[in-house]
């Protein structure tokens, strides 16, 4: 059974700061992996989607990296702002068409 | 091009009768997923659907839940005899149908159900 866990549960940086949010999944057959952004009460809005043949993703300030085989995934943030300041979810796509999501990491950026 | 849609946005039952949650997916797709996000808690996969058929209902809670995604018309979500539980967001994610076997979701905004 896949679990995808992210770490650090919170994050707070003020702001200017680079940082890196971190993701593991325990089965490394994957298909996919997606960072999506949740503001609260809304919805999901996808960040960005790294294909299992892929290594990284990059769109804007964020880059994201993946390495099937150990099973980690990194989410990198330049130069934050406080507009960044959302809850940052993980997601692995697997052996069917189901997204299995961690828990998140709540970003605030003050500042 | 719109987005995933879901209505309603914020939905209140009293214990003991029925929701009813809708999602018309992007103009082009025909795959729908249910997601649920209880309090405090990640997102869990309930069903995938493409139109008319059930295609993985291994999130579902086996009783009062029930899904479908007519040949016209938008995905429905039935949960009858609701308990405070329920109460969660309700997300409905959709794709397009493709050479590739997975393809990548888009969110609606999720309906809000509060159970009191």
């Known amino acids: 059974k896949q679990e995808v866990t992210q770490i650090p549960a919170a994050l707070s940086v003020p702001e200017g700061e680079n940082l890196v949010l971190n993701c593991s999944f325990t089965d490394s057959a994957i298909y996919n992996l997606q960072w999506f952004r949740q503001d609260p009460g809304k919805g999901l809005t996808s960040l960005l989607l790294i294909q299992s043949s892929q290594r990284e993703q990059t769109s804007g300030r964020l880059n994201a990296s993946l390495d099937k085989s150990s099973g980690r995934s990194t989410l990198y943030i330049a130069a934050s702002q406080p507009g960044d300041s959302a809850t940052y979810l993980c997601a692995v796509q697997g052996g069917s068409e189901k997204l299995v999501f961690g828990k998140g990491t709540k970003l605030t950026v003050n500042p | 091009n719109a987005g995933v849609m879901q209505n309603p946005r914020h939905l209140v039952r009293r214990r003991g009768q029925e929701a009813r949650l809708r999602c018309s997916p992007m103009?082009?797709?025909?795959?729908v997923y249910w997601y649920r996000q209880l309090p405090e808690e990640g997102l869990k996969f309930m069903v995938y659907?493409?139109?008319?058929?059930?295609?993985?209902e291994s999130g579902m809670p086996k009783e009062r839940f029930s899904a479908e995604f007519p040949k016209e018309g938008p995905s429905i979500l039935r949960i009858q005899q609701v308990v405070r539980g329920d109460s969660a967001a309700y997300f409905c994610?959709?794709?397009?149908?493709?050479?590739?076997?997975?393809?990548?979701?888009?969110f609606g905004p999720g309906t809000r159900l509060t159970v009191l």
């Open positions: 659907l493409q139109k008319e058929n059930i295609i993985d």
């Open positions: 994610a959709s794709s397009p149908p493709s050479g590739t076997l997975f393809n990548e979701q888009f």
């Open positions: 103009k082009g797709h025909s795959h």
